[in-house]
């Protein structure tokens, strides 16, 4: 059974959705609003945060995937090129690095406008997206940041597809 066949009658809220399929993979979550939910998914390098957040004025799924990345002061510039480079290979999406709170963060928004109703299948296809891209470049990040790398020479190291599963 597709993941959509049980809304097909209903429209139902996205973040609902979000809910749902949270349960679905076994995933932790905390619905903190009507309108956000946030868990934790399980990769091969790290647990991300996962946040999905409904804005009914724009109509936007927004999800921020995180982790924990605290660099040395004098590697930043290198980590911010590093970014830079990736986010030029990342098309569904965007890392950003919030110093203040000291995460890693990749981005999305999914525009609904129009009262367009998102699919089960496209938003575990973006968490799925997002969950892949921090394990892809994982390795590259801390490869910069402590391991004095090159932005070329981390990227090297994601080139191939990480394995796994979100």
Not at 71 to 85: K, S
Not at 87 to 95: E, I, K, L, T
Not at 134 to 140: G, M
Not at 146 to 153: K, N
Request: with cysteine; aromatic share 12%.
């Amino acid at each position: 059974m597709a993941l959509s066949e049980q809304y097909l009658e209903d429209e139902i809220h996205p973040i609902d959705i979000v809910e749902t399929l949270a349960a679905h993979h076994d995933w932790d979550f905390d619905r903190i609003a009507d309108d956000q939910i946030a868990m934790a998914v399980e990769g091969q390098w790290r647990t991300y945060s996962i946040t999905l957040a409904w804005s009914p004025y724009d109509e936007t799924l927004r999800m921020v995937c995180s982790f924990e990345m605290e660099p040395p002061e004098d590697r930043i510039p290198a980590l911010l090129d590093g970014l830079n480079a990736v986010n030029d290979q990342c098309w569904a999406g965007a890392f950003t690095y919030w110093a203040e709170q000291k995460l890693m963060v990749y981005r999305y928004g999914l525009v609904l406008a129009g009262g367009q109703i998102a699919s089960p299948e496209q938003i575990d296809t973006m968490i799925g997206a997002a969950v892949l891209s921090a394990e892809r470049f994982y390795p590259a990040f801390q490869l910069i940041v402590w391991a004095g790398r090159s932005t070329e020479e981390a990227l090297q190291v994601a080139i191939a597809e990480a394995y796994g599963r979100a």
